[in-house]
């Protein structure tokens, strides 16, 4: 059983940069792809970011490509989310999310497991 775990959210200026963690435990996610979601009230979690089991392949949504980038260090079970030029609308809960496939997926129903969420917010 895998848990993960965000950190690296709070509270940034429109313009700004974060970067989010997230860390499993429990067993190794290398061999799974993994991805970053985010969530506003009364509104779906949305798909932002995933990356294949090695690393080699990334997606992006259309409204965070050249401001985000996923990266993983399987060596350490992390897998990250660079968040650069922030905007009021990037204000969210942001999740991460692994599948036991090593191909990406975009939808959270091909997600398997699911972190706790880490809280984003960009004032403008």
């Known amino acids: 059983q895998v848990q993960l775990e965000e950190s690296g959210g709070g509270l940034v200026q429109a313009g700004g940069s974060l970067r989010l963690s997230c860390a499993a435990s429990g067993r190794t996610v290398s061999n799974d792809a993994m991805g970053w979601f985010r969530q506003t009230p009364g509104k779906e979690r949305e798909f932002l970011a995933g990356?294949?089991?090695?690393?080699?392949?990334?997606y992006y949504e259309d409204s965070v490509k050249g401001r985000f980038t996923i990266s993983r260090d399987n060596a350490k079970n992390t897998v990250y989310l660079q968040m650069d030029s922030l905007k009021a609308e990037d204000t969210a809960v942001y999740y991460c999310?692994?599948?036991?496939?090593?191909?990406?997926?975009?939808?959270?129903?091909?997600?398997?497991?699911w972190g706790q969420g880490t809280q984003v917010t960009v004032s403008s």
């Open positions: 990356i294949s089991f090695s690393g080699v392949s990334t």
């Open positions: 999310a692994g599948r036991g496939w090593k191909s990406i997926a975009t939808k959270s129903e091909e997600y398997d497991y």
